[in-house]
């Protein structure tokens, strides 16, 4: 969006998942574009958040992301933190297509949080 405010609602909430798909659009080579771009557009979230939040930990797969943001307090109560990705492209080895993930505790509760990006059409799912 033009305004990353837009995505965050006026009451805060204590845990923030913003996944991201196809956002290479205007980049000149794509190696040179993906880890700066989603550097930035954590560095952007966490701006609009502010320092009253961290990110926990962000996962990526070409043009797949993940950012998980949480309030500062909460961080040491966060265990067993772990990302994952899974290519489903060509041969299941091109991660075009396919999913990443964030999976956490807090304070006992589990959490697992996924951002997928799959072929169209049931048939090929």
Not at 14 to 25: N, P
Not at 105 to 123: D, M, P, W
């Amino acid at each position: 969006p033009a305004s990353i405010n837009s995505i965050v609602p006026e009451t805060l909430c204590d845990i923030y998942v913003i996944g991201t798909q196809e956002c290479l659009v205007n980049c000149g080579t794509f190696k040179s574009f993906i880890k700066p771009s989603k550097a930035k557009w954590e560095r952007r979230i966490q701006a609009v958040l502010g320092p009253s939040y961290e990110m926990l930990q962000s996962c990526s797969m070409n043009a797949l992301h993940l950012a998980v943001f949480a309030r500062a307090h909460l961080a040491c109560h966060v265990a067993d933190l772990k990302v994952e990705s899974v290519a489903t492209g060509f041969m299941n080895m091109v991660g075009n297509k396919g999913g990443v993930a964030v999976k956490f505790s807090l304070r006992g509760k589990s959490f697992c949080f996924i951002n997928s990006h799959l072929s169209a059409h049931q048939h090929k799912v």
